[in-house]
């Protein structure tokens, strides 16, 4: 590393996208001063992600070797020639991501002398960055444990995985931490006790829980909310570290908890994020992207039968509709489906359509990259093509509202014994053209319903590049492994065009 570079070590990496935007993040003289140094990752697939795009990062600074990146996406060479070409530069992206999938926890041998090298080595500033893993605190984990009589958080090692990530924070002494987590990290609680405050006193003092001597203690900030003292910080409310990524330019309703940790002996104060002007909505995020019919499932798969499926859809829906709504309205709405669509496509005909808003537009779009990339629908039952139909038609007649399962026609109703009993209200969920997303959650890996396609002629759930595009990750970036595992990637990522401004907030607090 260079003087004036930044270590970065990246935990809990997933397919990168905090690690993404920290590393984009750029200075006033167009140097990019942040360098993943290592990135550490325990499932395979997001793991071959993480690499990929490590060596994208190397080959992008380079006009020929970037085409040859290009090459690879575009299925002109395979991924072991790309890396073939440049044996140097894959090397280096292989020992950035550790060579192999890795576990904290497990791989502790490894991980820590590769850390205390790459730290020993860096005269300049580090960063520590990531979160542990959230599900044993995240709501919906929990309420799902509520049912398991056996279960005991205190036994739960994903609980206190968090006590890897001090560890790493006592070896490494950063200048800067930032973790995140998900909201359920501000209640949950362990034996009737709330966490939330012990962790951050843990983080404030890594050394004392880790019982490692000497080590560095930290203030901890919240990034949107202003410290009363600023040398002291605290903070009345906990959720004053919550982060709403709708209010920074971030086209999905996104609540995390991030938290800034700043080493005790850096003075200087950290300013918060800078809201944006207006919120960004789905339809202005996705609307270039070509169109697609989705798939059957469980019948053949032929673009006719899909068609003659949809054009009785659409007749059944008008039916239904008119018991409901006035013949204006009805007019107004079209389901005719969209002929001859393709399930998948790469050709990027509406690129110069597109209507995304700057600076999210030259944040996302890559006049080089000659494709899209992950853009292929699932297959869904008829009757859930139905009901997709139904979700997105519903939202046009009803300013964007997505219908509850009250609203849905009887005939429409899933065999489900929760159907109307109203905890399954929300069963499906369209993304409305004109708001911002709901979370894109990992459960997008599971079934598309709660990610419908505002357009009723496409009838179909989001495709994991739609999806990526809702969570910001640039157009070139490639998600390896199969469908299921890129959609886990793409909704476990922290949004990297928000990475980017707290990494523009680190760097001032930085002065380098
Ligand atoms: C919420 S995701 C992280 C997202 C990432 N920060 C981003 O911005 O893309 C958490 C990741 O931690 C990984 N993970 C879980 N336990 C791990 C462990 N013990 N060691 C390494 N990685 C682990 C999971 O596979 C998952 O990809």
Known sequence: MKSGEVLVIDLFAGPGGLGEGISSTTHSNGNKPFQIGVSVEKEPSAHKTLTTRALFRKLAKEPTAKQHYYDYVQGKITREQLFKLYPNEALAAQEETLKAPRALGIDNDLIHARIKELVSKHKGPKIVIGGPPCQAYSLAGRSRNAGNKDYKAENDERHFLYMEYLRVLTIAQPDVFIMENVRGILSAKLNGKVMFPQILKDLRNPGRVTKIKDTASYRIYSLVINAKNPNNPQYSDSADFLIRSEQYGIPQARHRVILLGVRDDIKKTPQILTRAAESITVKETLSDLPALRSGFSKQPDTTIAWEK??????????????????????????????????????????????????????????????????????????????????????????????????????????????????????????????????????????????????????????????????????????????????YVQVGNAVPPYLAQQIGQVVLQLLSI
């Open 309 to 486: 499926t949809i054009t009785k859809h659409s007749r059944q829906l008008v039916k239904a509709f008119k018991k409901i709504y006035p013949e204006e309205a009805i007019n107004n709405l079209d389901l005719t489906p969209l002929l001859d669509l393709p399930r998948a496509s790469s050709i990027h005909t509406n690129r110069v359509n597109n209507q995304v808003p700057e600076p999210l537009k030259g944040w996302l779009l890559d006049d080089s990259l000659g494709c899209v990339l992950n853009h292929e629908t699932r297959g869904h039952i008829e009757a859930d093509l139905l009901r997709y139909a139904f979700c997105a038609a519903y939202a046009q007649l009803n300013d964007g509202v997505s219908p509850k399962s009250r609203d849905f026609p009887e005939e429409l109703a899933p065999e489900h014994k929760n159907w109307t009993t109203g905890t399954h209200a929300d069963r499906f969920r369209v993304q409305s053209a004109n708001k911002y997303a709901t979370t894109v959650t990992s459960h997008i890996s599971k079934d598309g319903h709660y990610f419908v396609h505002y357009d009723p002629r496409q009838c179909r759930s989001l495709t994991v590049r739609e999806a990526a595009r809702l969570q910001t990750f640039p157009d070139n970036y490639l998600f390896e492994g199969n469908r299921t595992q890129q």
